[in-house]
T-cell receptor
Framework: EAGVAQSPRYKIIEKRQSVAFWCNPISGHATLYWYQQILGQGPKLLIQFQNNGVVDDSQLPKDRFSAERLKGVDSTLKIQPAKLEDSAVYLC?????????????FGPGTRLTVT | GENVEQHPSTLSVQEGDSAVIKCTYSDSASNYFPWYKQELGKRPQLIIDIRSNVGEKKDQRIAVTLNKTAKHFSLHITETQPEDSAVYFCAAGGGADGLTFGKGTHLIIQP
């Protein structure tokens, strides 16, 4: 079974520029999460999708961050415009929807550096 | 929302000794408590999890205990080995919901 795929793996941009990240979850996983992990901290949930609908985006800075999951499979996370404090690893995770099925599997992440 | 506190932030143990990491959570609705291991530059890897209807779970050298009344849960690693060195994160969530993570514990295994 292939794992969660993410691209790019690394990205360096200047502040005020825009950037987009892509995630392909494990096949058959209906739930997809985007987390932000700042250096030295635990991952922080940004947004959760169930199929192509948003379940929770309460911690997403909506003035600059946006995310979509068209057709309930791949997802993109966009930042526009970027700030220095957005430097972090952006992790995508997926889980299979179903009673008692809670395990979340993480992708390798995209390391973003904003200069 | 949920708040997860994790202690200690750094733990150094001799190879072969046991290591214990403790977490507390605030939301009594949380019912799923996973532990992740993250090596430098790598993705978090699920190592063990426990649900609120269970008090203890063990998998070889790793065990997790949960006290719902006190809202705390712990990770126990016995017979530690050099490859156990990593950052460990506890997390709490409501089943299929997104997880709230602790700040992590850097576990160092001294040879």
């Amino acid at each position: 079974e292939a794992g969660v795929a993410q691209s790019p793996r690394y990205k360096i941009i200047e502040k005020r520029q825009s950037v987009a990240f892509w995630c392909n979850p494990i096949s058959g996983h209906a739930t997809l999460y985007w987390y932000q992990q700042i250096l030295g901290q635990g991952p922080k949930l940004l947004i959760q999708f169930q199929n192509n609908g948003v379940v929770d985006d309460s911690q997403l800075p909506k003035d600059r961050f946006s995310a979509e999951r068209l057709k309930g499979v791949d997802s993109t996370l966009k930042i526009q415009p970027a700030k220095l404090e957005d430097s972090a690893v952006y992790l995508c995770a997926s889980s299979r929807m179903g009673t008692g099925t809670y395990e979340q599997y993480f992708g390798p992440g995209t390391r973003l550096t904003v200069t | 929302g949920e708040n997860v506190e994790q202690h200690p932030s750094t733990l150094s143990v001799q190879e072969g000794d046991s290591a214990v990491i403790k977490c507390t959570y605030s939301d009594s609705a949380s019912n799923y408590f996973p532990w992740y291991k993250q090596e430098l530059g790598k993705r978090p890897q699920l190592i063990i999890d426990i649900r609120s209807n269970v008090g203890e779970k063990k998998d070889q050298r790793i065990a997790v205990t949960l006290n719902k009344t006190a809202k705390h849960f712990s990770l126990h690693i016995t017979e530690t080995q050099p490859e156990d060195s990593a950052v460990y994160f506890c997390a709490a969530g409501g089943g299929a919901d997104g997880l709230t993570f602790g700040k992590g514990t850097h576990l160092i295994i001294q040879p």
